[in-house]
């Protein structure tokens, strides 16, 4: 049964740290400015917990654990890159922890260690029924109010993405099969639904791991194997049409990206070519995708993330982060991840910072319609011979910067309507799109654009490291696109929090600076009219050395 936890914590005369600690340990302790204090504020107690009321029943059952603290654990899990075991230990006996999570005394229970578990797998299931992670929802809600308490605008924001492999295994083809087909024999073969020919079969090729069969085979016993594996799943799929088992799924899955079965009836294995990327890469992480980006390989996801750069502010905060398969483009983030990032800054969006992977003329457009100015660093492809003017009276004139002659395009309509530009060449006739065109303006743009301005975006790589910093071999220790949204959007919480630290400290080393010297000018004021009405009142006939006496230095 769904229950709100309570915001004010009561402390305990005997357990609580106020009456275990003394002198300079309590005063650390309870500094605002603390971690510890700071963290309970920024992000614990911004944690509405009615976002995860879907979980639980309403009015039946024992009530859940205070859902602020397992939040709070999860993002002190992924802020040190600590182990289950490890963050529960720090939980139960590190005070500084225990005050960040919202347990004030040290006898204040913490849930269990199933508690935990079970709560992030109804999450996992929550977000595969209804196709929202609360995760996500949460960091959106606890971001939007950091961003109000400390003016983040969002007016100007940059972006950038990161590739971020499975908790999987790199499986050749052969292996993938093989292991596929195996998880799904180890289920079902008790059920009586396979003759005993086929399972004697099965035993015979699965008794070694598929590693295994690679390493001690040559290469046409593999192929072989491969063929038979194949024909073999294909007598099995129709014995369990009925099923709607993951494993079986997956099976037929891998059966049809893998192979083919002809007009004769006859199975045969895809040309390398036909496999698309998008294809089973592990049958234990399904989501994955395969990408090879400028000689980095993934077989996992790819992770984006939005972040303010306002003018005038020193703070800036991640206010959105995108987890999709691998084979998604950089170009298919933007929109999307602009519109959720709006959903939490206050201001409208004015100015967006990326690379070139971003750019395309949906995009261009976009940008446009929305009134946001979009800076590339550069866009992909090679610079264009040719480069485009149009006069005021609207014709178009191109300049070979080969030959340095300006030459006069003819303009073409085509059937369907799209209008072209033709000139003639040495080679014959060269035709431009209004893609060619827009393509340069762009360029020309970005070469325009002053120095100060590009620079906007570098941070965001800093921003980019932060977020893998436990993963330095770009490999998580997830499966699934949901947990590894789950783990962005922690990953975030916990960036935003240190940015935020940074930033109070900040201002109150400047409070602090402009105190002391106000003070000094205020004592120097009044040590200045003392002075003065010293002078005033003493005797016009002593002698300076006299007067000297009554100065106050």
Request: net charge neutral; charged share 25%; proline share 3%.
């Given at each position: 049964?769904?229950?709100k936890?309570s915001?004010?914590g009561?402390?305990?005369?005997f357990t609580s740290p106020?009456?275990l600690?003394s ?9 605002e ?14 944690i509405?917990?009615?976002i995860?009321r879907?979980l639980?029943?309403q009015d039946n ?8 603290v ?5 993002v ?5 890159g600590?182990?289950d075991q490890k ?5 139960r006996?590190?005070l500084?922890v ?8 040290a006898?204040?229970?913490?849930p269990?260690?199933s508690?935990?578990y079970?709560?992030r797998k109804r999450?996992?299931e929550y977000?595969?029924?209804e ?6 929802t949460?960091f959106a809600?606890i971001t939007?109010?950091?961003?109000a ?7 100007r924001?940059?972006m950038?993405?990161k590739l971020?492999?499975s908790?999987?295994?790199?499986l ?10 195996r998880?799904?024999y180890?289920?079902?073969k008790q059920?009586g639904q396979?003759?005993k020919a ?6 015979e090729?699965?008794?070694l791991?598929?590693?295994k069969v690679v ?6 016993e593999?192929?072989?194997r ?13 014995l369990?049409?009925s099923?709607?088992g993951?494993?079986?799924q ?6 049809n ?5 002809d007009?004769?009836k006859v ?8 496999i698309?990327?998008?294809s089973?890469?592990s049958p ?6 395969y990408r ?7 077989k996992?996801?790819?992770?984006n ?5 306002d003018?005038?502010k020193?703070?800036?905060?991640i206010?959105?982060v995108?987890v ?5 483009s950089?170009?298919?983030f933007?929109q999307d991840d602009?519109?959720k990032a709006?959903e939490?800054f206050?201001d409208?969006i004015?100015t967006?910072?990326a690379d070139?992977?971003?750019h395309?003329?949906?995009?261009q457009q976009?940008c446009k319609d ?16 040719y480069?485009f003017?149009f006069?005021?009276n609207?014709e178009?004139s191109?300049?070979?910067t080969?030959t340095n002659e ?7 309509i ?5 209008v072209?530009?033709?000139i003639?060449?040495?080679k014959g006739y060269?035709?431009f799109?209004?893609k ?6 762009i360029r020309k ?9 590009l620079?906007f975006r570098?941070n965001?790589e ?6 893998g ?9 997830y499966r699934?696109e ?11 919480l916990?960036?935003?929090?240190v940015?935020?630290l940074?930033?109070?400290?900040q201002?109150c080393?400047r409070?602090?600076f402009?105190?002391k010297?106000?003070?000094?000018y205020?004592c120097a004021k009044l040590i ?5 009405f ?5 005797p016009?006939?002593?002698s300076?050395?006299e007067?000297a006496?009554f100065?106050?230095?």
């Amino acid at each position: 049964m769904f229950k709100k936890s309570s915001k004010s914590g009561q402390l305990n005369i005997f357990t609580s740290p106020k009456s275990l600690f003394s002198g300079n340990s309590l005063k650390m302790y309870e500094d605002e400015q603390a971690w510890h204090n700071q963290f309970r504020k920024q992000v614990t107690m911004r944690i509405d917990e009615n976002i995860f009321r879907p979980l639980y029943c309403q009015d039946n059952g024992t009530p859940n654990a205070p859902i602020r603290v397992l939040v709070a654990m999860m993002v002190l899990k992924e802020a040190e890159g600590l182990s289950d075991q490890k963050i529960f230990e720090n939980c139960r006996f590190n005070l500084l922890v225990r005050s960040a999570i919202g347990l004030y005394n040290a006898d204040d229970p913490l849930p269990t260690e199933s508690t935990y578990y079970l709560f992030r797998k109804r999450i996992q299931e929550y977000a595969k029924e209804e196709n929202e992670n609360l995760f996500e929802t949460a960091f959106a809600q606890i971001t939007k109010g950091q961003c109000a308490e400390f003016e983040v605008s969002g007016k100007r924001i940059r972006m950038d993405s990161k590739l971020l492999g499975s908790n999987i295994a790199w499986l050749s083809r052969y292996e993938l099969i093989h292991e596929t087909l195996r998880l799904f024999y180890d289920q079902v073969k008790q059920a009586g639904q396979l003759d005993k020919a086929i399972k004697d079969r099965l035993d015979e090729l699965l008794k070694l791991e598929g590693n295994k069969v690679v390493y001690i085979c040559s290469g046409e016993e593999v192929k072989s194997r491969l063929q038979e594996l194949g024909e073999l799943i294909y007598k099995i799929l129709p014995l369990f049409l009925s099923s709607t088992g993951v494993h079986y799924q997956t099976l037929q899955r891998v059966f049809n990206e893998q192979y083919r079965v002809d007009e004769k009836k006859v199975v045969v294995a895809r040309e390398k070519e036909e496999i698309s990327a998008k294809s089973v890469q592990s049958p234990h992480d399904t989501d994955c995708h395969y990408r090879n980006k400028d000689d980095q390989k993934v077989k996992g996801f790819s992770i984006n993330v939005t972040e303010s750069c306002d003018d005038d502010k020193s703070l800036n905060l991640i206010g959105h982060v995108d987890v999709r398969k691998a084979s998604c483009s950089d170009v298919d983030f933007l929109q999307d991840d602009i519109e959720k990032a709006q959903e939490v800054f206050p201001d409208k969006i004015q100015t967006a910072h990326a690379d070139g992977a971003y750019h395309s003329p949906d995009n261009q457009q976009y940008c446009k319609d929305n009134e946001i100015d979009l800076y590339l660093h550069a866009i992909q492809g090679a610079k264009s011979r040719y480069q485009f003017n149009f006069a005021e009276n609207g014709e178009l004139s191109i300049f070979d910067t080969i030959t340095n002659e300006i030459v006069g395009p003819k303009m073409i309509i085509s059937k369907d309507g799209t209008v072209k530009w033709r000139i003639k060449t040495e080679k014959g006739y060269r035709y431009f799109t209004q893609k060619d065109i827009d393509g340069y303006l762009i360029r020309k743009q970005i070469a325009e654009t002053p120095i100060e301005t590009l620079q906007f975006r570098n941070n965001v790589e800093a921003t980019i490291f932060q977020l893998g910093y436990h993963y330095p071999n770009a490999k998580s220790r997830y499966r699934g696109e949901i947990k590894h949204q789950m783990w962005a959007n922690i990953r975030c919480l916990w960036v935003n929090f240190v940015r935020i630290l940074n930033y109070i400290k900040q201002l109150c080393q400047r409070t602090s600076f402009f105190a002391k010297y106000e003070l000094k000018y205020h004592c120097a004021k009044l040590i200045f009219a003392f002075q003065s009405f010293l002078t005033a009142i003493l005797p016009h006939h002593l002698s300076s050395s006299e007067n000297a006496d009554f100065s106050i230095s």
